[in-house]
T-cell receptor
Framework: EPEVTQTPSHQVTQMGQEVILRCVPI?????FYWYRQILGQKVEFLVS????????KSEIFDDQFSVERPDGSNFTLKIRSTKLEDSAMYFC????????????FGPGTRLTVL | DAKTTQPTSMDCAEGRAANLPCNHS???????VYWYRQIHSQGPQYIIH???NNETNEMASLIITEDRKSSTLILPHATLRDTAVYYC????????????FGTGTSLTVIP
């Protein structure tokens, strides 16, 4: 069964450093998403991406965040200058050919900012 | 999106059916009910979704009341691996494609 994959599974970085989280969505999917979950809190939407541009973003997704689909398979989330409060699980998701299709989530990347 | 209310936690004996309720009394006619679960800190796993009719797949059954104000997710024969947080999410096609996750129901399957 096709699945969303994410790398790395755990990323440790120093405050102020840039990190790139990588995702490989399900191959025939067209809509891509990032969510995050701070330890003990709810899963929160960050951004959705379609046709090489952002379609929606939340208030959390400020100027320090960016997303990119650099090639036909990868979808990345970049955090330019990490803060302690960026420590969280980051989940990538993808859905099919219409935005209301079911979203399938990856296993997540645990980001720890020291 | 309509707000959902779920019990904070539930227990279920292994091998028995787990019935997880969800109230969504403000649901609109075009809003779907989705169920996801999250095991430990893994990514949310899709279970099932429905609009009006009851639905069944290899994982679970979804029973939606006729007035659509509540629903029940049924895991027919719960196993220890079903211990997870279960999220009931009402999603409108008109207000964006993101999912709004609440706090869900923490289901513990007891041996």
């Amino acid at each position: 069964e096709p699945e969303v994959t994410q790398t790395p599974s755990h990323q440790v970085t120093q405050m102020g450093q840039e990190v790139i989280l990588r995702c490989v969505p399900i191959s025939n999917h067209l809509y891509f998403y990032w969510y995050r979950q701070i330890l003990g809190q709810k899963v929160e939407f960050l951004v959705s991406f379609y046709n090489n541009e952002i379609s929606e973003k939340s208030e959390i997704f400020d100027d320090q965040f960016s997303v990119e689909r650099p090639d036909g398979s990868n979808f990345t989330l970049k955090i330019r200058s990490t803060k302690l409060e960026d420590s969280a699980m980051y989940f990538c998701a993808s859905s099919g050919s219409v935005p209301t299709d079911t979203q399938y989530f990856g296993p997540g990347t645990r980001l720890t900012v020291l | 999106d309509a707000k959902t209310t779920q019990p904070t936690s539930m227990d279920c004996a292994e091998g028995r059916a787990a019935n997880l309720p969800c109230n969504h009394s403000t649901i609109s006619g075009n809003e779907y009910v989705y169920w996801y679960r999250q095991i430990h800190s893994q990514g949310p796993q899709y279970i099932i979704h429905g609009l009006k009719n009851n639905e069944t797949n290899e994982m679970a059954s979804l029973i939606i009341t006729e007035d659509r104000k509540s629903s029940t997710l049924i895991l027919p024969h719960a196993t220890l691996r079903d211990t997870a947080v279960y999220y009931c999410i009402v999603r409108s096609p008109n207000t964006g494609n993101q999912f709004y996750f609440g706090t869900g129901t923490s289901l513990t399957v007891i041996p």
